[in-house]
């Protein structure tokens, strides 16, 4: 702000001494010093203010990710996955410029604003007013267009959630998209959401292409009345010629407070718009599974005892439950077989002992103790899980052996290969342990995946362990050979065996049959099959068709 009012200092001087005077050094030396201090200082602020912004960025995305691990799973079921990386990326890229250049360029034009104001008034106060009238119309018009530029703002932002989301469909499914010949028809589907996205930013752009000029022509009409009047002025004699540079040089300085208050609404509406769209994820309530805090009361580790009392489950409040007062107790150490056609409850029964959805009160029990009284991490490191629907990271696959257990368990990754019967195929990989599997464990056939996952939860050593369906992915005769090498690790831990096939829980302690959410049948095997009910039924189809199979030749004919 001192440079201005130095040249005026100099211009004065100069005139004031004659053209036959030695021009003084003392400006020229004071100019160069302030212009060298403010490269200094504008460097640091710079860097503190965009270096703030960078750990906000970092802040932010931190809270989001960690919020959404806590999230409940029915909340991922109604929100696309591409809707959520584009808020982390681009919503968060636009609140980190907010905060960091938007918030630089506001403090430096108030301050540009307030000092150049005050030195003008100090050189002319008249010619300062009158120079001001093109004030009132820059408030009108910033109103306008901010209220326009936050709703386009938010239009692109959201239409740009879902061309991020298309995308990421498509590259998780494009095996499925390149099997079935879709190419053509994703690709016009894509071009469709991108010509969306191209309307919405042009609607933007072209209210920031009005905006930015009508604002330089305002601060233009400014000019021209200083121009006209300061110009008077010199040829009244009432302005000195340097009080006149001056006083244009504080405008010219005001042309960059004013652009920059247009380039902060803007930045402003893209940042709150983009900001409220993170709120929504933030405001989204965690599941109450990571509520419960450790209160030392549960014990460390869990015997392994498992009951479910009167449990009646709907996913949605007002839709049909899922499952229906189902009473089952499973005393500590015995193998429960549940066995029922698609759609019967049977992982749904299982993801309530593991709380991936909400049980209702006094229905889920863990050594007699209400499941939604244990603190969350006792419960996990107590039991291990095998899912239908397997999924693996695009690491190593000892690192998705070790996923979820602590580095001192790292020397029992090859024994927990060796009974989940992958070892052989480990040994066979160039890399061995070490083979990097791709995303989704994609390098890995599907009886590899499973085995893959069924290691992860072996090497847990857990005293609960529930096979949803595990060896579904895998010949009758593999199955049967893991379970041979289960059948040990099994013997002291409650196991809950879900499958499709009889031959899979028919050794087991008890077997349980659902129908419609509801337990129809329930004993030892031998004991269903004396009933000749649905179980009954159901074996006899079984039976049957490996009957027709084992008759098959090799070559097809029967």
């Known amino acids: 702000m001192a440079l201005p009012w130095l040249i005026k200092g100099g211009i004065d001087s100069a005139l004031h001494q004659g053209a036959a005077q030695v021009f003084p050094l003392k400006y020229p030396l004071l100019i160069l010093g302030a212009a060298a201090l403010q490269g200094v200082f504008r460097y640091c602020w710079r860097i503190n203010i965009n270096g703030f912004s960078r750990r906000c960025e970092a802040d932010l995305r931190d809270r989001v990710f960690t919020h959404l691990q806590k999230l409940p799973l029915g909340y991922f079921q109604h929100t696309k996955t591409g809707d959520l990386m584009s808020r982390l990326t681009n919503d968060i890229q636009a609140v980190r410029e907010l905060m960091g250049f938007g918030s630089l360029a506001i403090v430096d034009a108030m301050v540009v604003i307030v000092f150049s104001l005050s030195l003008m008034i100090a050189i002319d106060p008249w010619l300062t ?61 894509f071009e469709a959401i991108s010509a969306g996205y191209r309307s919405k930013t042009m609607w933007l752009a072209t209210l920031w292409g009005i905006f930015w000029p009508l604002m330089q022509v305002l601060a ?109 107790k499973i005393p500590r150490g015995k193998i429960c077989g549940i066995v029922g056609e698609t759609g019967a409850g049977k992982s749904t029964l299982v993801s309530l002992l593991l709380r991936l959805f909400e049980p209702p009160d006094g229905a889920v029990f ?27 990271f695009s690491g190593t696959v000892r ?33 061995q342990f070490e083979t990097i599997i791709g995303e989704r464990g994609v390098r890995l056939s599907g009886g590899q995946k499973q085995r893959t996952a069924l290691a992860r939860a072996i090497i847990k050593n857990p005293p609960v362990l529930i ?28 196991t ?52 027709v199979e084992s008759m098959t030749h090799s070559d097809g004919r029967p």
């Open 220 to 328: 233009g009409i400014a000019a021209t009345i200083v121009l006209w009047l300061g110009g008077r002025q010199i040829l009244q004699g009432t302005m000195t010629l340097g009080e006149f540079v001056a006083f244009n040089g504080y405008l010219a300085m005001l042309t960059w407070p004013l652009m920059a208050v247009g380039y902060v609404v803007n930045q402003y509406q893209r940042g709150t718009a983009s900001l409220s769209r993170i709120c929504e994820v933030l405001d989204a309530p965690v599941s109450p599974r990571y509520q419960i805090t450790d209160s030392g009361a549960a014990p460390v580790t869990i015997a392994g005892s498992v009951e479910f009392r009167n449990l009646t489950f709907a996913y949605d409040a007002g839709h049909a439950p899922v499952l229906k007062n189902v009473n089952l």
């Open 129 to 189: 007013l009158w120079s001001m009238l093109a004030m009132p119309l820059i408030t009108v018009v910033v109103r306008f267009f901010g209220r326009h530029i936050f709703r386009r703002s938010r239009d692109t932002q959201e239409q740009l959630s879902v061309m991020s989301a298309y995308v990421q469909e498509n590259l998780a499914g494009i095996r499925v998209v390149q099997a079935y010949a879709q190419e053509q028809n994703q690709i016009r589907g």
């Open 399 to 431: 690192e998705n052996i070790l996923f979820g257990v602590e580095n001192g368990q790292a020397r029992k990754v090859e024994e927990a290969a060796r009974i989940a019967q992958l070892l052989p195929t480990i040994q066979s990989f160039g890399d």
């Open 366 to 392: 863990v050594d007699g103790v209400d499941i939604k009284q244990l603190p969350l991490h006792r419960l996990e490191a107590n039991v291990g899980f095998v899912s239908q629907d397997i999924f693996l």
């Open 496 to 547: 809950l065996l879900i499958s499709h096939r009889i031959s899979t829980v028919r050794e087991a302690d008890l077997i349980v049959y659902l129908q419609d959410g509801q337990i129809l049948e329930q004993g030892s095997h031998d004991q269903l099959l004396a009933r000749r009910g649905v179980y009954y039924q159901l074996y006899r189809r079984q039976s049957l068709a490996r009957e």
């Open 467 to 494: 096979l949803d369906d595990a060896f579904s992915s895998v010949d009758v005769e593999t199955e049967e050979e893991i379970l041979k090498q289960l059948k040990q690790f099994m013997t002291g831990r409650t």
